[in-house]
C-alpha cells in the first residue's frame, strides 16, 4: 500500500521559512517524478514544484523562493520554502508528478499570516 506523509508546516510571518518533508512508502520515490501540490482556501489544488531525476521544475509563483529535494535513501522529498507570501498559505501535500489519485494524503497546513 502507497503512502505519503507530509509533515513541516505551521505559521509562519511574512518573509519567514519551513521545510516542508514527505515521507514515501509502498513505493520507491527515486523511480518515479515527484512533485508537491497545494490548495488555497476556496482555490482548486494547482502543482508547485517536481523533481525528476536531477532535473527540478517550479511554477513561476515560486521560482526562487522555493526548492525541491530529495533524499532516495530515506524515501522523503522535500520543499524548502524561503521569502514565503501570505498568498504562499495552502495546504501542501506531495504526489508523484503527474499525480495518482490514490496517493492523496492530508497534507500539511503553511499559514504565513503577521
Known amino acids: 500500500q502507497v503512502q505519503l506523509a507530509e509533515t513541516g508546516g505551521g505559521l509562519v510571518q511574512p518573509g519567514g521559512s519551513l521545510r516542508l518533508s514527505c515521507v514515501v512508502s509502498?513505493?520507491?520515490?527515486?523511480?518515479?517524478?515527484m512533485g508537491w501540490y497545494r490548495q488555497a482556501p476556496g482555490k482548486e489544488r494547482e502543482w508547485v514544484a517536481a523533481?525528476?531525476?536531477?532535473?527540478?521544475y517550479y511554477v513561476d509563483s515560486v521560482k526562487g523562493r522555493f526548492t525541491i529535494s530529495r533524499d532516495n535513501a530515506k524515501n522523503t522529498v522535500f520543499l524548502q520554502m524561503n521569502s514565503l507570501k501570505p498568498e504562499d498559505t495552502a495546504v501542501y501535500y506531495c504526489?508523484?508528478?503527474?499525480?495518482?489519485?490514490?496517493?492523496w494524503g492530508k497534507g500539511t497546513l503553511v499559514t504565513v499570516s503577521s
Open positions: 504526489n508523484t508528478h503527474p499525480p495518482a489519485a490514490a496517493y
Open positions: 509502498g513505493i520507491g520515490s527515486w523511480l518515479k517524478t
Open positions: 523533481i525528476s531525476s536531477g532535473t527540478t
